[in-house]
């Protein structure tokens, strides 16, 4: 049941992405006492010239 | 007005977009009872190595 | 495995939301391939005075 | 930098949205190699008969 | 064409998301490069217990 | 603390998004009462083949 979406800059490997499902998972099924199948993780890799903080476009800080 | 994002895995053509887009609006517009053209949707397309599912990136299952 | 956004207008019922989930369900399985069971459809009813259309709140016009 | 968004059915107390926060922001944060001040996580409850799995309402499951 | 999604805590009032609605849509309309009707802001209010900040809940700190 | 998510058509440069995220920025933060620094944009340039409006995908248009 439930959906994670994590957005963070791109820049991890698959294993840091598998390392983050399995982690996630875990967490999730636990306290929202499902199994871990009817957990979703989506992770989206966003490039530091897309993701703006304190109006400034992260690939210029 | 109605908005509606799809985040499916990596896979699916142009056709079945257009197709996905032609029925989710129609039915979206009936249910919600406005014109076709107030519905906007959103297609992604998700590799699997970047989903999740039962603690398992879906690359791997 | 696929997951369906759905942001709507607040007003619709639960006849609706039953509705909107049965026909979204069938036609994303269909053309994702891959069965209803894997199909997630989370939907969000949204008052006007949160939804801006053409630099408006919806509720004011 | 990260920023997780979590979706889950509406039952879950304040208790274990407070332990959410801190596991999820502990394990995204070393695996994004960032501190965990840059870790934003929003979670919403979602009722069951807002959400559909296998095409019906999870309310009617 | 635009869609927008603000995601703050809960507090501000209507007046502030008609402002907010206003501004965002003269910008991102203007460098979009599109007519301002065809910009749609989603608005969500976030309780602060539904919000983690550096592996804390926002109403914690 | 305010995340932003703007989804538009592809074909913006990083100039724009550079203004985006500028301009975004100052009104959430002030309409927000909170510093720029807590406010996070977030940037999908999505395909016209992605994107559906009235029924079509936004390339067929």
Same mark, same amino acid.
């Not at 499902?34 to 009817?38: D, K, Q, S, V």
């Given at each position: 049941m439930p959906v994670v979406n994590v957005n963070w800059?791109?820049? %991890?490997g698959e294993p840091e992405r598998r390392q983050l499902v399995s982690e996630l998972t875990e967490t999730v099924s636990r306290l929202a006492k499902? /199994? /871990?199948? %009817?957990v979703t993780v989506l992770i989206s890799d966003v490039e530091k010239d897309h993701w703006g903080i304190g109006g400034k476009l992260a690939a210029d800080l």
């Open positions: 800059w791109k820049g %991890a499902c /199994p /871990p199948e %009817a």
